[in-house]
């Protein structure tokens, strides 16, 4: 949702700031309920759209207010309204039919699956193997 940048380039006391930044702000919002679904193809990605997208936006601006608490409002990273709200579950980065991506992800039940957002996971990501990784480096609750 929020990068801060790369793992050798920003100092462990900044991300350990930021992590108690974000855990007195988060401290003061409570879980959400969103839906995910329908799936969306398109050539590089199948995701899962986001209803309401509103308390993610919401959420993604108080990790960024954690940011700016540390680093200042003009040093944090990405643009704050270049952002839609979505799970990825899948990407492409080769040429090849759409219709059998497309019937696959659209077998399922077009329904929204209910989802309960009751914290935020910081963590480090890497691509090192043609592939996103992740480890989680800190856990935030909503509301304490």
């Not at 855990?23 to 309920?33: C, D, E, I, M, Y």
Request: glycine share 6%; no cysteine.
């Amino acid at each position: 949702m929020q990068g801060i940048g790369f793992v050798d380039e920003v100092d462990q006391a900044d991300v350990d700031k930021m992590v108690d930044a974000a855990k007195a702000r988060l401290a003061h919002s409570a879980p959400f309920v969103i839906g995910l679904g329908p799936t969306v193809v398109d050539p590089e990605v199948v995701r899962l759209q986001v209803t309401p997208a509103d308390p993610v936006r919401e959420l993604r601006g108080t990790l960024r207010a954690a940011i700016a608490d540390v680093w200042g409002k003009d040093a944090v990273p990405d643009s704050a309204d270049d952002f839609t709200p979505h799970v990825s579950l899948a990407y492409s980065n080769r040429v090849g039919a759409m219709a059998p991506v497309f019937a696959a992800a659209t077998a399922t039940s077009p329904h929204p699956a209910d989802v309960t957002i009751a914290h935020a996971d910081l963590i480090l990501l890497n691509r090192d193997h043609k592939q996103y990784q992740w480890t989680t480096h800190a856990r935030v609750l909503l509301g304490g």
